[in-house]
């Protein structure tokens, strides 16, 4: 069963930083092209930074640009989510997720990623 495991939230204070890692099993992701996503309370899931199956191609929020880059590793079947000066505005659950419609297409909507992971908790503290 494909599974995909985030990892790496955790509490850290303004201006910090932090690497997530989304690691998947159960199948290869590596055609797959791949996205993060936070959602903080009474919010909507948004997209948040996402690249294509080689990881040449890279999409990035712009209310993150600048602060958060992505990459993968498709030998360990593995993206990774880097965040530098983090704001309390970042406090959220961040999601990864894969994408089958086209490896080279990074959507930024949540419904066209076909798989999920269950999320890991970022708070940045003031």
């Known amino acids: 069963q494909a599974q995909l495991v985030e990892s790496g939230g955790g509490l850290v204070q303004t201006g910090g930083s932090l690497i997530l890692t989304c690691a998947a099993s159960g199948r290869t992701f590596g055609d797959y092209a791949m996205g993060w996503f936070r959602q903080s309370p009474g919010k909507g899931r948004e997209f948040v930074a996402g690249l294509s199956w080689s990881g040449a191609l890279t999409n990035i929020a712009d209310s993150v640009k600048g602060r958060f880059t992505v990459s993968r590793d498709n030998v360990k079947n593995a993206i990774y989510l880097h965040m530098i000066t983090l704001k309390p505005e970042d406090t959220a659950d961040y999601y990864c997720?894969?994408?089958?419609?086209?490896?080279?297409?990074?959507?930024?909507?949540?419904?066209?990623?076909?798989?999920w992971g269950q999320g890991t908790q970022v708070t940045v503290s003031s």
């Open positions: 997720a894969a994408s089958s419609r086209n490896r080279n297409r990074i959507p930024r909507v949540r419904e066209e990623y076909d798989y």
